[in-house]
């Protein structure tokens, strides 16, 4: 655990309800956070133990907004802290991200210092998934972001990404090389599961198959996924599709058993659903990672296909 990139989480009161949602982001990718609302104790000094986490942390992430920026305040002082931490470092050294939350926010009206030092902006809101992703690349650069929500996409648009990430396909990109995976089986409470620490996402093992869910419509992939949040399987209840980047992550050559994917799954899974849609259709995209070794187009109504939920993050008494 003392492995994880530290970071520590900066914001005004009036930005809670979008510091709540950047902490439940950035944690979904394994990162330690320094977050008041859930790292102070009753009783503690709460400034002191504000400046020692500052300085304990290996970013200081400063949630910045027009709201927060025109009166003095706790996130100035906390600022403040970060500036003169940042100060021992050599030069280039990243520690202090400000990170604007609306057009209006003038980060000069901050603290000077500001002015020298580049931002990310979270707005609008379709903005804000590439903004959190600016931010990972710059704390954990190691590890791969793949989108974890659902859009609709072109075949174009789906050559393109597989060309973007180097994914393996039997069809449209034989020359892929695929991701160089970290996988890891863990069982939690009888629940198996897979995690991939290449791309900090969770796979269930594949219980789709050995429970009575087998072969299924892509409507009833919303039940099971319903069901698996409801008895928090593995310890967790955000168990979801996998998009189609995240799904095609898995696919890689044909291996010794005929399967197009790492045999640590179940070697009965043959073609999953995913959360994407095909564009100007109701068609939904599919993986085979049996016969085909692809990504295509499938009817809604289809079923021959399985589900592998994954999740993006284990809860806390899961890993302990």
């Known amino acids: 655990m003392n492995s994880r990139i530290k970071l520590f989480l900066s914001y005004a009161r009036e930005d809670v309800g979008m510091a709540k949602r950047i902490y ?6 394994g990162i330690d956070i320094w977050f008041d609302i859930y790292s102070l104790e009753p009783g503690q000094d709460w400034w002191h133990e504000i400046k020692k986490a500052i300085r304990n942390r290996d970013y200081f992430l400063a949630l910045l907004s027009s709201k927060s920026v025109d009166h003095s305040g706790y996130v100035q002082k906390e600022l403040a802290v970060a500036l003169d931490e940042l100060e021992k470092y050599p030069q280039g050294k990243i520690f202090v991200l400000p990170i604007r939350l609306d057009e209006k926010c003038e980060l000069i009206k901050v603290h000077g210092k500001l002015h020298d030092l580049q931002w ?43 060309e973007k990430y180097k994914f393996f396909d039997n069809l449209k990109y034989l020359t892929g090389k695929g991701l160089p995976h970290q996988f890891k089986n863990l069982e939690i409470g009888g629940d198996k599961i897979i995690i991939d620490e290449t791309t ?96 295509y187009p499938v009817s809604p109504v289809a079923n021959f296909m399985f589900v592998c939920a994954v999740c993006s993050s284990l809860s806390s008494d899961a890993l302990s």
Request: with cysteine.
């Open 120 to 162: 990310v902006d979270l707005f609008p809101d379709n903005a804000y998934e590439e903004g959190i992703r600016r931010i990972l690349k710059v704390i954990d650069p190691n590890k791969f972001r793949l989108r974890r929500t659902p859009c609709e996409l072109t075949e174009e648009e789906v050559s393109a990404m597989l």
């Open 24 to 29: 439940e982001s950035l944690q979904g990718y």
């Open 200 to 295: 900090c996402l969770i796979w269930e093992q594949n219980r789709s198959i050995l429970m009575k869910h087998k072969l299924m419509t892509y409507k009833n992939t919303q039940n099971y996924i319903e069901e698996l949040n409801q008895r928090g399987y593995a310890g967790n209840h955000n168990w979801r599709l996998p998009t189609l980047e995240e799904a095609m992550s898995l696919m890689v050559p044909k291996n010794k058993e005929g399967f197009y994917i790492n045999p640590l799954f179940d070697m009965t899974l043959q073609a999953i659903w995913t959360s994407d849609h095909v564009k100007d259709s109701p068609l939904v995209w599919g993986v085979n990672f049996r016969d085909v070794g692809s990504c």
